[in-house]
Structure formats: C-alpha cells, structure tokens
C-alpha cells in the first residue's frame, strides 16, 4: 500500500474524552473515529488490524472442528420471553418496535436464536456433538460507554455455542475450546492467562476467562510463576500455611490503646507488623425466609490476619453467613456485642466465629479486646480462646503458594477477552431443545457457549504494547509488517528507484507492506510510523545509497543499523520468520 | 470438510411460503433458516457461499484502490437531520432510541455517516480522489419482506463512497467502479449486463444498474445483441424507423365499429395487424401552481403505434405533460372531446398531440373517429392531419435497432445486485463536507456512490443456474468443489482407505472438499449433492476400484463417466481450472 492513497489519519493531540492508552493511541493513529456514544466507525488501518484478528480467529475455530454460521443482528421478542430474558435482561438490551409494532431487540448475545435453529435442525443425538460459531455484530447498550472500543455499544464478537448429548460430550468440547483459545491469544502474540472463573452455581472447572495482562485492566488475576494456573483474586484458594502452627512465647496481655482503630494504627501504636494482628469483621448469618429486621439478625464474626483482605465472594459461599455478604451497622454491634467495630475481637465473643486460615496458624497475636479503647496481645489460639471454624475467606496475596501446589503466586491486573462456559441446559430447557437418545426417548440437550470480544482483543493489545512514542504491534497484528520510509523521494531518482523496487519485491514476497510516500518531512513520517507502530522501518536515503546501504529499525529498538541493500528482504525475512 | 461433521440440512418438501425458486432452493439445500420476517441465519453450508462472494468483492474492490472502512450499523438520528432524510425517507427507516431516548436508526446505507467521516478527515483537494467501502450489515424495514434473501429486511451490503474535487475526477472513478464491477460479477460467474439507470436530473451516464439475467427478475433489460449497450426498457431510447414514411395508398375512410374500443378487438374487426393501428391516450398536462381541480386541467394526446406500449418515464419527461404522468378520467375525456377513450384518434383532435417517432412513421394507419362506434382506416400523417410533436414515448421492444447503432435489441428480465451512480453534491452540500481547492478557497466535494446487495448475489446465482435437481453452482460460489461419495464406506475398507487418501491429496492441493462419510444410501447422497449443487462429483465403490475406476460426474452433465484412480487428480485440476 502506498501511504499517499491511503487514509493516514494521526492525530498530534491527544483526544480530551480519551481515558485510557489505547483509546488514545487508536484515535491518535487514525484507527478508529467515535460517531456517536459507544459508536465507532473503524478507519483503513484500524480495519487492517481487526481482520487479522478475525483471521486468526476464524482459522482456530474451523481448525477447531466448529463450523461457521452468520445469524442476523435483529432478534424477535418471543425467543427472548421462551428463554425468559426479555424480563430479566436489563437496559442493556436494547428493545426495539417494528413499521408493524412487532417487538425485536438487536442481540447483545445470541443464546437464544442458536437454540431456536439446533431445536430445529438437529433431532438425533447422533448429530451430537455440534460446534456453532458466528463472528459478527453485537450491541449492548451501556450506560455510560467508554475507554472506546474496550466498552463501545456496537462491537464485534465472536460467539459459538455447543450442543451435546451429555456431560462429559461438553466437557470434552470445553476442554477443546481452552486449547483452542489458547491457540488464538498466542498467535496473537499476546501475554495472557487463561483465568478460572466463578460460575455461580456450576462448580470450579464450568468456566474459565482469558484475560490479557495489562495495567489498565478491570480486574486482577493472581497466577503461578511456575505452572499454568491463573484465578480471579477472588476465585483464587489460599492454600493454609505449611507446617504447624508456632508455639506462643508470650502472656495474653490487654493493653490500653486509646483512639485507636484501624489496624494501621493499630500496628503505629504497638509498632508492630500487620501480619501479627488479626482483624474481626462482623456480618449478618443466614436466615431462614424472609428477614423482615437487620436487628434482629444473627450475627457472625470473620477473622482474617491484619495484612489480608476479606473475600466477599469466598465467605457468602460459607453456609451460616448471608449472601450477598452484608456488614453489620456499628449501632448493631455495639449493641449486641458492648462495643464498636474497630475494638472487636475473637476473645470471648459470644457470636459463631469463622477464622481465615492463616489468621488461624498466628501466634502470639494482637487484636481488639472487646471493650472500648482496648487491644489484647500475646493472644493465642486455643490457650486463649477456642479455634473456632476455619475456612479460606481472604483474597490471595503475591508470594502466597499456588493452590495447584506448583510455584508461588503472582498478581497482575488482566483485560477480560475472553470467555467459555458450561452452560448446562439453562436455555435448552427453557426452549425445550430436545434431541432423540440411544434409547429413542426425547432428551435436552447440554449447552456450552464460548466468547471472544473481537474489537476488544485490539485495544487490550495495545494496552499491553505501547511506549511514549505509540502503539508497539505484535508482528501478527500490525497493520503493516514493514515500512518504506524514502528520504526526498520527490527529489532523488535513486531513491525512488530503491524504494519502488523493494517495495514490489515486499509485495511479491507477501508481506504486508507500507511505502511512505508522502510529501512530508522524514520527522513528520518517523512520528506517524512509530505512532502507528509498525514493527519493521527501512529508511532509503541518499546518503546510504551511496555506500550501499539501508537504514533498518525494529519498533522496539531505539537505534537503527546500516542493512547492505542486497541483505534487506533476507534480514526482513529473517525477522519477520515469514 | 466431512459431511458427518458438518450440518447438512436439507429437506425433501418445498417449503410453503418461498414462491421464487432461489428462496426455496436455499431452504431445501440448508443454506438459511428464517429466523423471523425477512431476517435469515445463514447455516454453515449457505456462509461458504457467502463468504466467497465477499472475497472476489473485496480482492476486486482492493484492486481498484479503494479502501475497507467498517462503519456502525446504529447511526444517530443528528446525522439525518442534516441531511433531511430522517424527515424524507419512509418507514423502511427504522428508527429506534436508546436507554436515554435518544434517536438512532438502524442504517439502510451510509451516506450520512461516510459524509460525516470525511468532512473531519479529509481537508486539501490533495487527499482527493479517496474512495470508501465497506462490506456491512443493513437493515431497511420493508413492509412485505418476500423472496428470502432477495428482499430480506436484514441483508450484506457493500457499500462504497468517493469523494472529488471535480466533476473530471468523478467520472474516472465511476468509469473504475463500473470495471471494477464487471470483473466482480465475471469472477462470480454470473450472466449479468450494465444498465444504463434513470438518474432524474442528473442526466443519461450518471448511474448504471447491474442486473443479473434471470427470468424471475423484476426489471425488464434491453440489451443490443452485437455491443455492451444495455438499459432498463424504461430508460432505452426507441429510435425513428429508418427511411421516408412510406406514401398513402388508401383513402381515409370512416368504419362503422359498433362496440370496439380495444386495439385487439379493432385488430379482429378490422382484420388487421396491430402495427397497423395507432391509439391515442390522454393525460394532463402541465398547469403553473397548484391545480386544484383536474376537470379544468389541460390535456393532451400521446399517440403510439398500437403495438407499442407507452413509456410514462419517458412521457412525463416532456414539456407540457404533467410528472408524474396522469391519465385524464373517462368523464372528462368524454366531456372535453365528445367520447369516450375507446374511440379517440389523432384526427381533429382540438388538444396538443404528441406523436411517438414509431407511429409518426405510419401511413394507410387505422385510428379512432372521435366518434363513438366509429374508426378512420386509411388515414395518412399531413395528408388527412397535421404530424404535431413528434418524440420518443414508448417502450422498445425486442427487434428494435439498438441505441448505440449496433446490432438488435433483445429483452429479458433482470435482477439488480448492483448500482454505480454520481451524487454529485446532494450529500457534501447538505452537510458541508468542503476542501480547501487549488487556489486555498473552500469548495464542496463532489461524491459518488457504488452498492452490490451481497446477499443477493448469493440468491440471484441460483436463479440463474438451477434445474430439477437443485442448484448448479457457478465454480467460484460453489461451497465445495468437489464431493466425494463412497459407497459402503462403513463396510468396504478398501472404499474408505481409497476415499480418505484421495480427500487429503484434494485439500492440499487447495480444493474445497466435501467427503460424504454419513452413514446414508448412496441415493440420498446423489440427491442431497446435486440438491446443494456441489460442481464435481466423485463416487468411489468398490465395483469401480475392481477396474481401478472412479466415476466422475460433473453437475451439468447428466452421465457420469469412469476415470481411472491414478488420473482423478490431474482431471479434476483440469476441470476446476486450477
């Protein structure tokens, strides 16, 4: 492609509604333009990028054994009350009227139409298992769209979804989709994880996210240094310290501690380290029917160590405590328990008390004495107070021993991009999507469904490759593998020869090449290519010509070296690994 | 592919509702599944074809230095205020809101969005010529969607939009798309014509229409059967008869003709050929302002040869007729001119009289007396009456000299899956989409716009290659190339071994496919291939591998013929073109 009949659209300043770096860089580097809210229109290069994405994609999921489908945007009202999310889905869905009044939605996921089609087509469990994919247009209609395509309303994604006669058919074809997702982001150059997920009530292996690590992601997710296991902090075990629990070596002592609250000052006051308190949360038990008064509602204490934090999603799991997890007020506890929260302690307290696994193996331990202005230290367990329940309830911290027991975790933020799921018969027994089994008899099929936010897998590879000059592509993503950046072609006839020639000999050779022929200043050209981030630069000047060479620079590099002319398309090769 | 592994969906009943036979052959061959009123999901097989037409429409597109752009489907109503079609366009517009009542639409074509784009993008007339595509969902709201895929409300659409800063400028860009497009539709392997399309004022070679030849087509096509001219038959211009009019031989005289008003009754009356006739129709003519009342409206006479049929498009073009064209009521003819339509004729007609260049030509011409019950016979042009205006207002018909003075005309129907057309500046214009020119002044640029209904090629290829099998693909949009058939391959090993060698040699050598290994009589095979319309057949059994023979039959042909093992390949790289 020649730069002159291309739309080379960069931008100097950086957009003022653009929050995050690749919002920014897309939009600097003439990738994407916002149309409205949540709108993008995707420029020539921005388009470049997202059909390799889509390539690579497609490749893996026909390798996959999954077989293509395109089903249509609009979507009739009535499969989504068969399903019942017609109700239930929020303002997301965008619900929209017909010239004849009909009622349609425009999908933001397409659970119910693919069942509505395999309800019809596919009658025999020998036609199980079934892998149907589509790569196509969504809309969701956020309330506040933002970070540009990273939460646009209009998006591509691909979405398939899987049919099967039983469990271990789904689980089988699940555990085809995680290799093959792994397949995809490693193609695509990107450092990712393959992240277990929360499924609710499906169990621990139902479901697994993808995220790409970046800074900027929404979510963090602790991994191994050692072996492939990656969790949501929140889905994360921490495993119970190694070995026994120490002996104490000091008397139970209570200590005035006036003012003082929060473990912070706690460990001020005492000068001590976070790790040898505790902490005492209390929150409401479960009840059975309705709780019409918070009042009068059991209260449970959950202690974990100073330095670790609560995990909501860990404890509302524990049976006895109330999901969603719910603090106690302060005005309740102090009145059932004679003071307030920052004095709270695990000694004496006349409520269940369910102990984190590592505030359990603390020895010799501080903590709130259950009286206004007073901590008690030197506590511990068992010769101080009973050990009551011990369960994990805290989020995971870096250096804690992976749960696989391989390796010491790590903790990074990542960028969902992708996702598969168990689904179960949730849909298939709602639209009653039944095949025939061995036996002849009707039986609901088993669903599993399998999701990659396609423009989105664009922004998180910029999040994740980028410096202050740009955007740093994966050689599988740019736009362009290799630029030609001809030093006053418009002048030099020598320059002009080299350029053109290498530049049909980069194009005879498949790679996807950009000749900058623009009348601009070199300077101007180098920003542009280096904002766009192209991974290979070759500077044809007269000054190299005249000794015979080029001038070549990775995007990663910050010096360029001479290339013998007659090396270049070997050394580009080489590069490249094409 | 295996056909065991992939969804074969074909039905031996013709679906009730699909009345042309391109709906019911996608049914029937498991190409698409309606999902609701004029929205399809394209199964597995029917995306293949899909998928290839995309392809040569993108390569060519590509080609001709045009550049893929991706623009939303959901386009702000803003947008179409400024361009005042959010008032103008119909209810095919279907406009929505979103969750903060906002008004969107979901967009039938982008103009809008494009103009908007560029109007930021492109600021110098040196960015000029730049030429925008997309290949997209759209949707348009059609009141009676009919046909599947032909008429559907949602359908794929490549849509592409240039921008000038001349008139020079456009026309070489239209004369590239109109290439462009020849080569599209010739790599698809379609029998299509350029027409010349009505532009309304913008004059003759403003916009050409690409119609596929079909007989379920809905337009009519003339089309010179020596050069390229072709045109809707609305729009072909029918030329003066060669030669003088022939002399009067007859005297005018006046026949009795109790009870005929129609030309074929004057013809059985009269014994005469139609061309012999001539019938003069009456409309209004033009008035100043507003007309209030039609019974004082001026009429006037249009007089064709009774053979011919009167071309309104090109009637109510002329000065002194009303556009669009009326016909004046039966009492106000009656009133104005003393009888009734039936018996009308040019002779001392007291209206203006506009005569078609064929009926100018006639001598010894049989016409209406003006006078009910009665005709003239033998009358002859300036010798019994004044020629009046003489002009082209009829519809030509096959055997006219062509146009462009070469060769005949022919006609056969035709379906648009194409348009190239001149804007100009409606768009740009209305939304002041400028450059700075040549001189540093600000001047609106000048657009062209170029559509093919992608979808619809896919429907209008069957039309034109089917027959009572089922489909016969054109060799670039078949789905497969190629089926293999065994027979008894669950049985024979020396069938599997020889199907399997032979499916893999095909797929590296890059063909499409298909091994047919369902567990189905060779019967139902044959029909559900020719059904999908798979170009070349192998059948491999064991009483042909006693000879070391497969069968090949090609869709076209109705006999298969024996090939030997060893030279299938080398055939089929033949035959494919390879």
Known sequence: MRASQFLIATLKETPADAEVISHQLMLRSGMIRKLASGLYTWLPMGLRVLRKVERIIREEMDRSGAQEVLMPVVQPAELWEESGRWEQYGAELLRISDRHERAFCLGPTHEEVITDLIRNEIKS????????YQIQTKFRDEIRPRFGIMRSREFVMKDAYSFHKDQASLEATYQVMHATYSAIFTRLG????PVIADTGSIGGSGSHEFHVLAESGEDDIAFSDTSDYAANVEMAEALPPAGE???GTQDMTEVATPGVHSIDELC???????????????VYGETDGDQEDDDSAPLVALVVRGDHALNDIKAEKLPGVRAPLTFASDEHIKAALGCGP????????????????????CADFICGANKEGYHLSGVNWERDLPLGEIADIRNVVPGDPSPDGKGTLMIKRGIEVGHIFQLGTKYSEAMNATVLNEQGKSQVMIMGCYGIGVTRVVASAIEQNNDEQGIVWPESLAPFQVVLVPLNMHKSERVKETSERLYHELQDAGIDVLLDDRNERPGVKFADMELIGIPHRVVIGDRGLDKGMLEYKHRRQSDSEDVAIDDILAQLHDKIGH
């Open 190 to 193: 990107l450092d990712f994880r």
């Open 268 to 282: 001020q006051f005492m000068d001590c380290a976070p790790s040898q308190t505790v902490k005492t949360l209390i």
């Open 245 to 247: 629990r120490p002996a």
């Open 342 to 361: 920052g004095s709270i302690g695990p000694c004496g307290l006349s409520i269940p008390c369910i102990v984190d696994r590592s505030a359990a193996h």
């Open 125 to 132: 469990y020998k036609q199980l298992p079934a892998n149907f």
